[in-house]
Nanobody, 124 residues
Framework: QVQLVESGGGLVQAGGSLRLSCAAS????????MGWFRQAPGKEREFVAA????????YYASSVKGRFTISRDNAKNTMYMQMNNLKPEDTANYYC?????????????????WGKGTLVTVSS
């Protein structure tokens, strides 16, 4: 059982930056592809970004490409997402996820593990 804990959310003005972290409890972290999702009030959860187990491949939703950067440090069992040029429409709860296959994360199909989320609020 892998436990995922997100941190780094908060309130920021439009145009600002935040860095989210997702710490995994298990040393098998390196076996998993990882991803970030978000859910705004009244909306469905949506894919934001994913990264392969090695970190060599990354994938982004079109709405964040060029502004967000996903990365991971396998030695620290931690994944990150640097979010720049934030917009009010980025306001949401952000969740990290882990799965054996990066395609499962990208398609949001039957993901193995989820964190509980961290709130990002972007003011205009």
């Amino acid at each position: 059982q892998v436990q995922l804990v997100e941190s780094g959310g908060g309130l920021v003005q439009a145009g600002g930056s935040l860095r989210l972290s997702c710490a995994a409890s298990d040393r098998t972290f390196t076996s998993y592809a990882m991803g970030w999702f978000r859910q705004a009030p009244g909306k469905e959860r949506e894919f934001v970004a994913a990264i392969s187990w090695s970190g060599s491949s990354t994938y982004y939703a079109s709405s964040v490409k060029g502004r967000f950067t996903i990365s991971r440090d396998n030695a620290k069992n931690t994944m990150y997402m640097q979010m720049n040029n934030l917009k009010p429409e980025d306001t949401a709860n952000y969740y990290c996820a882990a799965d054996g296959r990066v395609q499962t994360i990208i398609t949001m199909g039957g993901i193995d593990y989820w964190g509980k989320g961290t709130l990002v609020t972007v003011s205009s």
